[in-house]
């Protein structure tokens, strides 16, 4: 072969070999650290006050950078915290105390109201 051909068909040929190659972009199961946890933290945070508002439950006190909301209906205590996990996940927590027996089914609904303003159910 001609050197002139060698030096043609070296370089396309390396060209051809990489083009054969394809590099796929890795699922990732979860929002990357830092990529969307604040529109979900906002997103369940604004859930966690409306179930707050549906059930009835007077907010006393919204603490966005803590993560704490509480509030009472009658003699119930209600507290929700919402913190956002290392994975990139929101865990939303509601607890109720004192007089339950006034409203029995109280965190319950709570609970279902928050998931209802999440589109699950």
């Excluded at 707050?52 to 439950?57: E, P």
Aim: aromatic fraction near 8%.
């Amino acid at each position: 072969m001609n050197a002139t051909v060698v030096r043609i068909l070296a370089p396309l040929a390396v060209l051809l070999a990489l083009a054969g190659c394809v590099v796929y972009d890795p699922y990732y199961p979860y929002p990357a650290p830092g990529g969307g946890t604040a529109a979900t933290f906002d997103r369940s945070w604004n859930a966690a006050v409306g179930a707050f508002q549906d059930q009835g439950v007077s907010i006393a006190n919204q603490d966005r950078g803590a993560g704490m909301i509480s509030g009472r209906k009658g003699g119930i205590t209600v507290s929700a915290r919402v913190a956002a996990q290392n994975d990139g996940r929101v865990r939303v927590e509601f607890n109720a105390g004192g007089a339950m027996s006034e409203d029995p089914g109280l965190p319950d609904r709570l609970s279902r109201a928050y998931d209802a303003r999440m589109g699950r159910y």
